[in-house]
């Protein structure tokens, strides 16, 4: 008998057949005598329409008044799910975040997990119960109800495996594993068999959203046996889908590139003009950090004639802020001027080979160049290289890099 943790995510349960269809995949696995855990996601498009409407009311949402709404969409997902477990003889009972008590930290909408309590889940679990659980949702030290950021039930699930050390976490989505790239932009990309958890954890804070990444992050922490698998292949008939791995389990020749990711949600700001001299990367970034904008790339210019164009990228959602800090900070750092991009995007090649391999960027800057495709900004790592580049050629980008670096062929 094993305790198996499934998250099914919004399109999994996105309408009554497809709940009840969800219903019918856990009571095969109980069927089989495992224990089973299922965290579920809002109806697909509800999460959308919850933040939407908070937003009909008041413009800039109170944060903890915003997770009270957007929290809302997995509690009738839990109750939905039961109820269709029933409706076949399983017995299921469901809980909400706070009913479980997952424990967060109090950042309203983006609220990490501190500890789960276990005691309920087990005694449902030993009286043969399937247990259903809200993910997206925890609940802070007084009481308040948190959400965990976008894409969060993947984060709920992998948490509750590893408080309750179960053999598998399986995150049941609308494909049927992790991809060479996302299967929508390139139809070439290829299913993975495996990928590692230091790609996987590249793969998703650069933007492939099949799993959350602070998901991946405590899945490799607490060793949890992470698999994604498709929620719509016939009953049966499913395939193995991806299964992360810890790079000391593989034994296989891995290829030197696993994957493409990318995102479009990016703007680029640049203070041109301002005095080579030091403190002048704190002052103009400082005032952006305290109001809590992400800054990804960095650039600064070799400096000439004593001054120097300093540039950065924040999410395309923080642009008119971030402007109107730079311009407020433009005068008492003496730079010449501000300009902005908000039509960038990011796409980087994703691999642990490139450790042992050389030549990986010039391959990638030579592709691009011969689509006539102009690479604005470059940040690299061990494993990953990204580079902004205008959002029009986003598309073109990923596809010809999918195909320079072989992703769509299957490896010798
Ligand atoms: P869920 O609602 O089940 O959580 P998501 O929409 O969050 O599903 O994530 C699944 C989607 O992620 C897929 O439909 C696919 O378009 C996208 N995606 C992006 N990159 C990849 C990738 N490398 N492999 C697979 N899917 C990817
Ligand atoms: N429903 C939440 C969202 O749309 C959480 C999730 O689906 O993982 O972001
Ligand atoms: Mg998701």
């Known amino acids: 008998m094993a305790l198996i943790v499934q998250k099914y995510g919004g399109t999994s349960v996105g309408s009554p057949e497809r709940i009840k269809n969800v219903a019918r995949?856990?009571?095969?696995?109980?069927?089989?005598?495992?224990?089973?855990?299922?965290?579920?996601?809002?109806?697909?498009?509800?999460?959308?329409?919850?933040?939407?409407?908070?937003?009909?009311?008041?413009?800039?949402?109170?944060?903890?008044?915003?997770?009270?709404?957007?929290?809302?969409?997995?509690?009738?997902?839990?109750?939905?799910?039961?109820?269709?477990?029933?409706?076949?003889?399983?017995?299921?009972r469901s809980y909400t975040g706070g009913q479980v008590r997952i424990l967060t930290d109090s950042a309203f909408t983006k609220a990490r997990i501190l500890s789960i309590d276990e005691e309920n889940i087990r005694r449902d679990l030993d009286d043969g119960l399937v247990v259903v659980v809200a993910g997206f949702q925890g609940v802070d030290e007084s009481g308040n109800v948190t959400t965990l950021g976008r894409g969060g039930?993947?984060?709920?699930?992998?948490?509750?495996?590893?408080?309750?050390?179960?053999?598998?976490?399986?995150?049941?989505?609308?494909?049927?594993?992790?991809?060479?790239?996302?299967?929508?932009?390139?139809?070439?990309?290829?299913?993975?068999?495996?990928?590692?958890?230091?790609?996987?954890?590249?793969?998703?804070?650069?933007?492939?959203?099949?799993?959350?990444?602070?998901?991946?992050e405590f899945a490799g922490k607490y060793k949890v046996k992470l698999r994604v698998l498709s929620s719509l292949e016939e009953l049966g008939q499913e395939g193995p889908g991806t299964l992360i791995t810890f790079e000391e389990d593989v034994k296989m020749e891995q290829p030197i590139i696993s994957g493409i990711a990318f995102t479009r949600d990016e703007a680029k700001l640049t203070v041109l003009g301002v005095p080579d001299r030091p403190g002048i990367a704190y002052q103009i970034l400082g005032p952006v950090?305290?109001?809590?904008?992400?800054?990804?790339?960095?650039?600064?210019?070799?400096?000439?004639?004593?001054?120097?164009?300093?540039?950065?990228?924040?999410?395309?959602g923080e642009f008119a802020k971030a402007t109107a800090i730079l311009e407020q900070v433009k005068g008492h750092i003496g730079a010449r001027q501000i300009t902005g991009d908000n039509k960038?995007?990011?796409?980087?090649?994703?691999?642990?080979?490139?450790?042992?391999?050389?030549?990986?960027?010039?391959?990638?800057?030579?592709?691009?160049?011969?689509?006539?495709?102009?690479?604005?900004?470059?940040?690299?790592?061990?494993?990953?290289?990204?580079?902004?580049?205008?959002?029009?050629?986003?598309?073109?980008?990923v596809r010809v890099l999918h195909k320079v670096f072989d992703l769509d062929q299957v490896p010798a």
């Not at 950090?289 to 395309?316: H, K, L």
């Not at 010039?362 to 940040?379: D, H, P, V």
């Open 25 to 92: 995949r856990v009571a095969s696995w109980r069927a089989k005598g495992d224990q089973v855990v299922v965290v579920v996601s809002a109806m697909s498009g509800e999460t959308n329409r919850l933040l939407a409407l908070a937003k009909e009311v008041q413009a800039n949402p109170d944060s903890r008044e915003l997770d009270v709404i957007a929290s809302t969409g997995e509690q009738v997902t839990i109750g939905l799910l039961s109820m269709a477990l029933m409706d076949i003889g399983v017995k299921a």
């Open 153 to 216: 039930s993947d984060t709920s699930a992998v948490a509750i495996a590893a408080a309750l050390k179960a053999d598998e976490c399986q995150i049941y989505t609308d494909v049927d594993g992790v991809y060479t790239t996302d299967p929508r932009i390139v139809p070439e990309a290829r299913r993975l068999e495996t990928v590692t958890f230091e790609e996987m954890l590249e793969m998703a804070s650069l933007g492939s959203k099949v799993l959350q990444i602070r998901a991946v």
């Open 289 to 316: 950090a305290e109001a809590a904008i992400d800054v990804d790339m960095i650039i600064q210019n070799v400096g000439y004639d004593g001054s120097t164009d300093f540039s950065f990228t924040v999410p395309r």
């Open 344 to 397: 960038a995007a990011k796409v980087s090649v994703v691999g642990v080979g490139m450790r042992s391999h050389v030549g990986i960027a010039s391959k990638m800057f030579r592709t691009l160049a011969e689509e006539g495709i102009n690479i604005q900004m470059i940040s690299t790592s061990e494993i990953k290289i990204s580079v902004v580049i205008d959002e029009k050629y986003l598309e073109l980008a």
